[in-house]
Nanobody, 120 residues
Framework: QVQLVESGGGLVQPGGSLRLSCAASGSIFNINRMGWYRQAPGKQRELVARMTSGGETYLKDSVEGRFTISRDNAKKTAYLQMNSLQPEDTAVYYC??????????????WGQGTQVTVSS
């Protein structure tokens, strides 16, 4: 079993910043990709940012230049630094990771979600 625990969400005014963290634990041999999805009310879940173990990154166009994803592979932790937040960034943010457990068992895991609300 692989668990992902998120932290760092909250309420922020437009133009503000938040930093999300996602820590993985369990029987993990390696983590390939770690990333963040978000889901706003009435909308589908969408990929926001993702990073491979080798450092390749993806950022959704609408967050490019405002959000930064990073990883500490030794700590099995990913971070999403969100600057210049706008009301349209309001959503539940979910951490996602995939890789291999010991015994060459592939995994895909999700965090429980953390609410980000951007409002004045």
């Amino acid at each position: 079993q692989v668990q992902l625990v998120e932290s760092g969400g909250g309420l922020v005014q437009p133009g503000g910043s938040l930093r999300l963290s996602c820590a993985a634990s369990g029987s993990i041999f390696n983590i390939n990709r770690m990333g963040w999805y978000r889901q706003a009310p009435g909308k589908q879940r969408e990929l926001v940012a993702r990073m491979t173990s080798g450092g390749e990154t993806y950022l959704k166009d609408s967050v490019e230049g405002r959000f930064t994803i990073s990883r500490d592979n030794a700590k099995k932790t990913a971070y999403l630094q969100m600057n210049s937040l706008q009301p349209e960034d309001t959503a539940v943010y979910y951490c996602n990771a995939d890789g291999l457990q010991y015994g060459s068992i592939p995994f895909v895991s999700w965090g429980q979600g953390t609410q980000v609300t951007v409002s004045s």
